[in-house]
């Protein structure tokens, strides 16, 4: 099995950082990639951000391109997501997800799609105030 485990979270000010680390153990030999959601109250689970497991390529949601960055350390694996910039409205709780392979044209266009992830972690509050 594959246990997924997020860290990191906090209460910053507007304009404040702060670094999410995902950790994956277990059976992760037969994992492609991790992505990063947030799910806000009373919304749907949001994707942010995803990396192979490799270290690359990355993606992310418009709406934080430019402010997050999301890196590897495969030797570790362990992986981060680097918010910088950050905004209320990015308040939520961060989910990451990891996701075995299932084709290249799946990954391609659908890694947004939260149910493509097999294993996800209990999630990490990110609180965003003025």
């Known amino acids: 099995q594959v246990q997924v485990v997020e860290s990191g979270g906090g209460s910053v000010q507007t304009g404040g950082s702060l670094r999410l680390s995902c950790t994956v153990s277990?059976?992760?030999?037969?994992?492609?990639?991790v992505g990063w959601f947030r799910q806000a109250p009373g919304k749907e689970r949001e994707y942010v951000a995803a990396?192979?497991?490799?270290?690359?390529?990355?993606d992310y949601a418009d709406s934080v391109i430019g402010r997050f960055t999301v890196s590897g350390d495969r030797g570790q694996n362990t992986f981060y997501l680097q918010m910088t910039s950050l905004k209320s409205e990015d308040t939520a709780i961060y989910y990451c997800?990891?996701?075995?392979?299932?084709?290249?044209?799946?990954?391609?266009?659908?890694?947004?799609?939260?149910?493509?992830?097999?294993?996800w972690g209990q999630g990490t509050q990110v609180t965003v105030s003025s």
């Open positions: 997800g990891a996701l075995k392979f299932l084709g290249e044209r799946i990954w391609t266009e659908q890694r947004t799609k939260a149910h493509l992830y097999s294993f």
């Open positions: 277990g059976r992760s030999a037969s994992l492609y990639a």
């Open positions: 990396i192979t497991w490799g270290g690359g390529p990355t």
